[in-house]
């Protein structure tokens, strides 16, 4: 039976394709409200999606991605970073919008699920881990199997900042003591207008130029070869792109979600790297200071995190029922 965490770990790798849709963002400005034909076709999806992720839960495919081809686990275990679109059509056209998927994976050595579910609690750090694109982070809500969370991205591109605020939605299912996956969803995305600037303000949800309006994300986990093999699936829906500078757009959708993905994985890595070397070379008896204390709590959160109990995991996340 599938287990889950009463108590969750962020998705940090959230941000992959946030960042990369706001900086794209400054190019496209005229209004794009989300309309009902949009959402019924990202509801569509993100069942596909899901059922995908069942197969892979209950044996019927590989559970990783990497295993999907030979020689990308061994290239992923070598320190390499992969990152490919989910197919050749990505973004995938639907009315008035596209949807884009992408897919990355990175091996962290000498990790334990419990030291990456650590760094992947450690809200109050987010912004020195993953500057300059996130301003603010915090732990909303833990209720049950759910957890909560927010985050406050910026992008700065020449004449204008692109910024949103945005709430999520975040659920870890245990399969075995080593196979884990995180399932996380929007549940707010907001236009922050005039960022950084008197009069900012927050938009309504769904309003706006329309550079994001809805993401969805699935992390998978596997702790072997003496490290933890993580690989995300990010997935987000935007406004589509004016015909007039689809030229110029459509380039920059192309490449620029592979860069921001890399970026966001390596720093993932040197994240865990870093407070695996802290803890090593730590002074046995030493004081602990108030930050090393903040680690230390989130660790041991994280080591309970995974002392699991069941409950049904078969819900379908981040699409109306």
Same mark, same amino acid.
């Given at each position: 039976?599938?287990?889950?965490?009463?108590?969750?770990?962020?998705?940090?790798?959230?941000?992959?394709?946030?960042?990369?849709?706001?900086?794209?963002?400054?190019?496209?400005?005229?209004?794009?409200?989300?309309?009902?034909?949009?959402?019924?076709?990202?509801?569509?999806?993100?069942?596909?999606?899901?059922?995908?992720?069942?197969?892979?839960?209950?044996?019927?495919?590989?559970?990783?991605?990497?295993?999907?081809?030979?020689?990308?686990?061994?290239?992923?275990?070598?320190?390499?970073?992969?990152?490919?679109?989910?197919?050749?059509?990505?973004?995938?056209?639907?009315?008035?919008?596209?949807?884009?998927?992408?897919?990355?994976?990175?091996?962290?050595?000498?990790?334990?699920?419990?030291?990456?579910?650590?760094?992947?609690?450690?809200?109050?750090?987010?912004?020195?881990?993953?500057?300059?694109?996130?301003?603010?982070?915090?732990?909303?809500?833990?209720?049950?199997?759910?957890?909560?969370?927010?985050?406050?991205?910026?992008?700065?591109?020449?004449?204008?900042?692109?910024?949103?605020?945005?709430?999520?939605?975040?659920?870890?299912?245990?399969?075995?003591?080593?196979?884990?996956?995180?399932?996380?969803?929007?549940?707010?995305?907001?236009?922050?207008?005039?960022?950084?600037?008197?009069?900012?303000?927050?938009?309504?949800?769904?309003?706006?130029?329309?550079?994001?309006?809805?993401?969805?994300?699935?992390?998978?986990?596997?702790?072997?070869?003496?490290?933890?093999?993580?690989?995300?699936?990010?997935?987000?829906?935007?406004?589509?792109?004016?015909?007039?500078?689809?030229?110029?757009?459509?380039?920059?959708?192309?490449?620029?979600?592979?860069?921001?993905?890399? +970026?966001?994985?390596?720093?993932? %890595? $040197?994240?865990?790297?870093? /407070?695996?070397? #802290?803890? @090593?070379?730590? =002074?046995?008896?030493?004081?602990?200071? +108030?930050?090393?204390?903040?680690? %230390? $709590?989130?660790?041991?959160? /994280?080591?309970? #995190?995974? @002392?699991?109990? =069941?409950?049904?995991?078969?819900?379908?996340?981040?699409?109306?029922?």
């Amino acid at each position: 039976m599938l287990r889950s965490t009463d108590r969750q770990a962020a998705s940090a790798e959230v941000l992959a394709l946030l960042i990369a849709l706001l900086f794209s963002s400054p190019l496209v400005l005229s209004a794009a409200d989300l309309n009902q034909q949009t959402l019924n076709a990202w509801d569509e999806y993100i069942l596909g999606i899901n059922s995908q992720m069942k197969v892979r839960a209950t044996g019927g495919s590989t559970f990783l991605w990497i295993d999907e081809a030979p020689g990308r686990r061994d290239r992923v275990r070598q320190g390499e970073i992969l990152v490919e679109p989910a197919s050749k059509d990505t973004p995938e056209k639907v009315p008035q919008g596209l949807i884009h998927n992408w897919l990355g994976a990175i091996f962290i050595p000498n990790a334990t699920l419990s030291s990456v579910f650590a760094m992947l609690n450690d809200y109050g750090h987010y912004d020195q881990i993953y500057n300059p694109a996130v301003i603010d982070a915090k732990l909303l809500n833990v209720s049950g199997a759910m957890r909560k969370f927010s985050l406050v991205l910026a992008e700065k591109a020449p004449f204008v900042t692109a910024a949103i605020a945005s709430e999520y939605v975040s659920q870890n299912v245990r399969l075995d003591n080593h196979r884990w996956y995180t399932v996380t969803y929007s549940t707010r995305i907001q236009q922050i207008d005039n960022f950084g600037r008197p009069g900012a303000h927050e938009l309504p949800p769904d309003q706006g130029t329309g550079y994001i309006w809805r993401l969805f994300s699935i992390q998978r986990f596997e702790e072997k070869d003496g490290g933890v093999y993580t690989e995300l699936e990010t997935i987000a829906l935007s406004r589509n792109i004016p015909f007039e500078i689809q030229w110029l757009v459509r380039p920059i959708l192309q490449h620029l979600p592979r860069e921001s993905m890399t +970026a966001t994985l390596q720093k993932t %890595r $040197d994240a865990v790297c870093a /407070a695996l070397s #802290a803890k @090593a070379v730590s =002074p046995e008896g030493q004081r602990p200071s +108030a930050a090393r204390s903040r680690r %230390r $709590d989130t660790t041991m959160t /994280a080591h309970r #995190a995974l @002392a699991s109990h =069941p409950i049904p995991a078969t819900t379908v996340l981040g699409a109306r029922q």
